[in-house]
T-cell receptor, first 112, second 115 residues
């Protein structure tokens, strides 16, 4: 593994189903993030974690939850998917002092 | 709360010419980072350039340079000698140097490069 991996690459999900998007980084970065990208709206922060064991809400947290049990993994869960959650989801990480953010390849999620 | 504004949804440039993408931001903080990211059709987000607010000198990376005007809260990206591979979405981003380390992104500018 080099950098950030996300799984799955894409997914079609029926409304009401539960879904977990996986994110793993191997850079030992303290901070991790989940964004959604929608046309014309740029990247909007869903949840973030400054360090293992802590999480915080971003701009659009409703309907999503996260956990940070260790440094490397930061899964995003949709408890009961709705069509408005159709989007491309990016996981990212940063070393807190470097300022630079590194992104995973994204997950395209379609909720029908 | 901090905000980042990219007022140009789309820009076009002729190959080998120069183009400038605009970005303004709003913050009450004095220490922060600013970034430009490129997103080609592959969807991968790629860091183009970064600027620390305490540095007066504008950052430069090969054909990419910024015009950082701290007092005006402006952070434009200049691409010189534009190439077909520069065609992409470009996002401006802000991050505080302290606190929660959250990033704020603009809505993006789509750059088209004409052959």
């Amino acid at each position: 593994i080099a950098g950030i991996t996300q799984a799955p690459t894409s997914q079609i999900l029926a409304a009401g189903r539960r879904m977990t998007l996986r994110c793993t980084q191997d850079m030992r970065h303290n901070a991790m993030y989940w964004y959604r990208q929608d046309l014309g709206l740029g990247l909007r922060l869903i949840h973030y974690s400054n360090t293992a064991g802590t999480t915080g809400k971003g701009e659009v947290p409703d309907g999503y939850s996260v956990s940070r049990a260790n440094t490397d993994d930061f899964p995003l869960t949709l408890a009961s998917a709705v069509p408005s959650q159709t989007s491309v989801y990016f996981c990212a990480s940063s070393g807190t002092f470097s300022g630079e953010q590194y992104f995973g390849p994204g997950t395209r999620l379609t909720v029908t | 709360a901090q905000t980042v504004t990219q007022s140009q949804p789309e820009m076009s440039v002729q190959e080998a010419e120069t183009v400038t993408l605009s970005c303004t931001y709003d913050t009450s903080e004095s220490d922060y980072y600013l970034f430009w990211y490129k997103q080609p059709p592959s969807r991968q987000m790629i860091l183009v350039i970064r600027q620390e607010a305490y540095k007066q000198q504008n950052a430069t990376e090969n054909r990419f340079s910024v015009n950082f005007q701290k007092a005006a809260k402006s952070f434009s990206l200049k691409i010189s000698d534009s190439q077909l591979g520069d065609a992409a979405m470009y996002f401006c981003a802000y991050r505080s140097a302290s606190g929660t380390y959250k990033y704020i992104f603009g809505t993006g500018t789509r750059l088209k490069v004409l052959a």
